[in-house]
């Protein structure tokens, strides 16, 4: 899904990255191909194992020492950072692209304050001096909604709230201005209440900023309203890509109709959730056919031993599912056949 550099942002093509592990190699994203425009919102959705926080580790470089990159291209403004040396991707993390990862606790330092830590970034990736970068750590928490900033910056991270470290997290990773945002489960260690406050902050920060963001969730209700477009990903490759109406209101894939029948209705609180059935992929022992198959109610034979390719299911809208080959096929029995 290449396509012209100018006009995207990022692009990744047919990106492969598995882990070595004693027991074998694990397949974590197989074939993963995206674009991302200046400015847009694209959601990353799937449950756990299914390759979405892999594929943004992946663009980050920061993958685990068993993770390699095996086949494919990460193109940032036209250049593969795949082929990138280790002073060249410290440059692109943090000034090109940032991250925002799921637990703010863990992923900032206990023993060292808020400011240190903002500043840190800002030191490293710009000409500020010291005094011109703890200025701008205050600006950033400001601009993140953290009160009397002045004073938060010289607090460590235990005396802030789960919410008001996730916005310091958010004024990190902003704080050197880059073109694109990976927000890697940024609400779950949040409460409802509390995570609606960040997803407008982040709606918020990308109008008046310009950045892309890469939503990664498991919980397509988070980013209904949020996202451009959305991935769904499943056994470390895409089984539908679309816009957010496609998938709510003309999900292709089995496995999205699944997931959206997971999520609560508010219009109708006494409505039973139906989970999808089964278990996780095994990602060691990857299946012949569908990675699906196993948990679909509606497995066919050749969803057994053949992989359904990309169908375009209109101009904005793709899965990769025999169902769609089968409603076509019954479609042009009848003669009815869709353009």
Request: hydrophobic share 40%.
């Amino acid at each position: 899904m290449s396509g012209n550099s100018s006009e995207y942002i990022l692009e990744v093509n047919n990106l492969h990255t598995s882990f070595f592990t004693d027991s074998g190699e694990v397949k974590a994203v197989n074939g993963v191909s995206f674009n991302l425009k200046p400015g847009e919102i694209m959601g990353i959705v799937g449950e756990s194992g299914s390759g979405k926080s892999v594929t943004a580790y992946s663009i980050m470089q920061i993958l685990a020492e068993a993770g390699r990159i095996i086949e494919g291209e990460v193109l940032y403004k036209g250049q593969d950072i795949t082929k990138f040396s280790k002073k060249q991707m410290a440059g692109f993390r943090g000034k090109c692209c940032s991250i925002i990862f799921q637990d703010p606790m863990t992923s900032l330092n206990p023993v060292y304050t808020i400011g240190n830590q903002i500043m840190e970034a800002i030191l490293l990736h710009t000409n500020k001096t010291k005094q011109e970068a703890r200025a701008r750590a205050i600006e950033m928490l400001e601009l993140v909604g953290v009160n009397e900033p002045a004073r938060r910056i010289r607090q460590y991270p235990y005396e802030l709230s789960g919410g008001m470290r996730q916005r310091v997290m958010i004024a990190m990773a902003l704080a050197c201005e880059p073109d694109i945002l990976i927000a890697d489960e940024p609400t779950t260690a949040l409460d409802v209440t509390i995570q609606a406050q960040i997803l407008e902050l982040m709606q918020e920060l990308q109008k008046s900023l310009g950045m892309a963001i890469i939503m990664v969730t498991h919980d397509l209700g988070v980013i209904a309203d949020m996202c451009d477009k959305i991935i769904v990903m499943y056994g470390g490759s895409i089984c539908e890509r679309g816009t957010a109406d496609d998938i709510f209101y003309s999900p292709s894939h089995e496995y999205t109709k699944g997931l959206l029948r997971s999520i609560p209705n508010v219009n109708n609180s006494k409505e039973r959730l139906i989970p999808i059935s089964g278990t996780p992929i095994n990602l060691l022992n990857m299946p012949k056919g569908c990675a699906f198959c196993s948990r679909c109610d509606n497995a066919m034979k050749i969803c057994l031993d053949h992989k359904p390719e990309e169908l375009a299911i209109s101009e904005t809208h793709r899965a990769s599912c025999w169902m769609n080959v089968k409603r076509l096929m019954m479609e042009k029995e009848a003669g009815g056949v869709k353009a």
